[in-house]
């Protein structure tokens, strides 16, 4: 079956770094795009950063832009989220999801990704 599996999450001062990792399985990966979510307590679970199938393809958040950057190894089944300059009110559980649609992220839907990851958390103190 399908498994996502993330990793890396941790807790860090405010202006430090940290490399999220979402290792993939059951699927043939290089056929997917790739999203990192996060969902804080008491809000919406919302898209962070998302990734096409090839890597030529991105989106950020305006909260994120500039700081993260996705990225994807297909070789290894793996994708990759690179935080840095992190703030407090990034605090939350990271999700990565997959789906075979080219760029799932422009219906603005969580429905549209077919696979999820259980996420990793990431706290980040002041």
């Known amino acids: 079956q399908v498994q996502l599996v993330e990793s890396g999450g941790g807790l860090v001062q405010s202006g430090g770094s940290l490399r999220l990792s979402c290792a993939a399985s059951?699927?043939?990966?290089?056929?997917?795009?790739m999203g990192w979510f996060r969902q804080a307590p008491g809000k919406e679970r919302e898209l962070v950063s998302a990734?096409?199938?090839?890597?030529?393809?991105?989106y950020y958040s305006d909260s994120v832009k500039g700081r993260f950057t996705i990225s994807r190894d297909n070789a290894k089944n793996t994708g990759y989220l690179q935080m840095t300059s992190l703030k407090p009110e990034d605090t939350a559980l990271y999700y990565c999801?997959?789906?075979?649609?080219?760029?799932?992220?422009?219906?603005?839907?969580?429905?549209?990704?077919?696979?999820w990851g259980q996420g990793t958390q990431v706290t980040v103190s002041s």
């Open positions: 059951g699927l043939t990966f290089n056929n997917y795009a």
């Open positions: 999801a997959a789906d075979r649609a080219l760029v799932p992220w422009l219906t603005e839907r969580l429905s549209a990704w077919a696979y």
């Open positions: 990734i096409n199938w090839s890597g030529g393809i991105t």
